[in-house]
């Protein structure tokens, strides 16, 4: 009995965590407080890293814990994990550097400007 207990303590831990992450992404959403939003490091605000990060962190989580990552061996953890996070990785690179080529190019062709 103890053992399922102990196991519902950590269900209500990590449900906590990720309830706590979920919390500070939708404030910082409805919030967006300039010196976040407005900052821009590599290619887009600190606002929208910090959203990846924690999304990252979430998802990390979920996997570690509910998919029961965190009792399989290191090999197979990290057979699971580096691709994941190298797509990641890859994507939003990708999506930075082509949204800015699209916007430059955008700006080009029209008329009027962004100033």
Known sequence: MSHAKS?????WKVFGFLSIVTIVEVWLGIVKPDSLNLTQVLGTSILNWIFL???LVK???IAWYFM???DEKT???RAIVWPVVFLIAYLAFYLLYEGD???IIDQSLTRWSYN
């Not at 196991?7 to 269900?11: C, D, F, K, M, Q």
């Open 101 to 103: 080529s699209l916007g």
């Open 7 to 11: 196991h519902t303590a950590l269900i």
């Open 59 to 61: 998802a990390y989580g």
């Open 75 to 77: 090999w197979f953890r």
């Open 53 to 55: 990060i924690l999304t």
């Open 68 to 70: 029961h990552l965190k």
